[in-house]
């Protein structure tokens, strides 16, 4: 069965995205790409995970205001999907391509909003 594989990212709202990273990287030493977004773990080719601040009214969070979302790392997102599906868990949208590869977002029991994320090859 398809699986979660590692944690792909951790996201944060936040009220002014730029302060806050400005603060990680003045005290914690994060380095930021032009995306907004911090390699914060590598172990190896095709291994990371990314941290990164979104404004405080974000949607792609989903509506429960939680703070913080998690994205996972898939190996195969389409039989992920397909299983979750079969039983009765529903995407919160539709499956987006895109340049940094592919996403499907779901709800836990909770509301919590979770980003399900493969990447592209070699990534």
Known sequence: ????VSIGGVFLRARDPEALRAWYADNL????DDTGSVLIVRHGAG???IWNAFERNTEYFGPSGQAA???YR????DELVAVLESRGI???????DGPYGRFAWI?????????LWQPPEGY
């Not at 030493?29 to 930021?32: E, K, S, V, W």
């Not at 898939?74 to 997102?77: A, E, I, K, R």
């Not at 709800?107 to 980003?115: A, H, I, Q, T, V």
Request: hydrophobic share 55%.
């Open 47 to 49: 291994d990371a995970a």
């Open 29 to 32: 030493g994060l380095a930021f």
């Open 107 to 115: 709800d836990d029991p909770e509301g919590n909003r979770l980003e």
């Open 90 to 96: 529903a995407l919160v949208k539709a499956v987006e």
């Open 1 to 4: 069965m398809a699986r979660v």
């Open 74 to 77: 898939v190996d195969d997102l």
């Open 69 to 71: 979302m998690v994205n």
